[in-house]
């Protein structure tokens, strides 16, 4: 007798468990579709392209990201990524791995961004408007 009321409590705890679990996803998931994003991601909310000079083409970016204490939105792998904040304060671009496999980073002069070269001789330059 003693066996099955253990199981009966044991099934209800974990009835409620489950319940608990369910309703703590449905309001995550509900939270994510209002806007949120999830913590350490990214999108791009803008995106424009302007190619009217020949063999030229200039984008402009903007993307909102929900990153962690300490860090800053960056780019990694030439998409929008959560970064340590002292890269972008100390304008190190090179160290958040901005560019794509195969390609060499390299600071501008000042600073102000980084290239991006590839090994046939294709650039791509990036500049930046971090705010300190």
Not at 24 to 31: A, F, G, P, R, T
């Amino acid at each position: 007798m003693q066996s099955g009321k253990g199981m009966k409590n044991l099934s209800a705890s974990g009835g409620a468990s489950l319940c608990c679990l369910l309703l703590l996803w449905v309001i995550y998931s509900h939270l994510l579709r209002e806007g949120q994003l999830a913590v350490g991601t990214c999108e791009i909310v803008m995106l424009n392209r302007d190619s009217s000079v020949p063999r030229r083409t200039i984008d402009r970016q903007t993307a909102r990201c929900a990153c962690r204490r300490g860090q800053i939105a960056g780019t990694t792998r030439a998409r929008p990524a959560c970064v340590d904040a002292r890269i972008v304060r100390g304008r190190q671009w090179c160290e958040m791995a901005p560019c794509l496999e195969g390609e060499v980073c390299g600071l501008l002069f000042n600073r102000s961004g980084w290239t991006c070269t590839k090994g046939s001789g294709r650039i791509k330059t990036v500049t930046s408007r971090a705010t300190d």
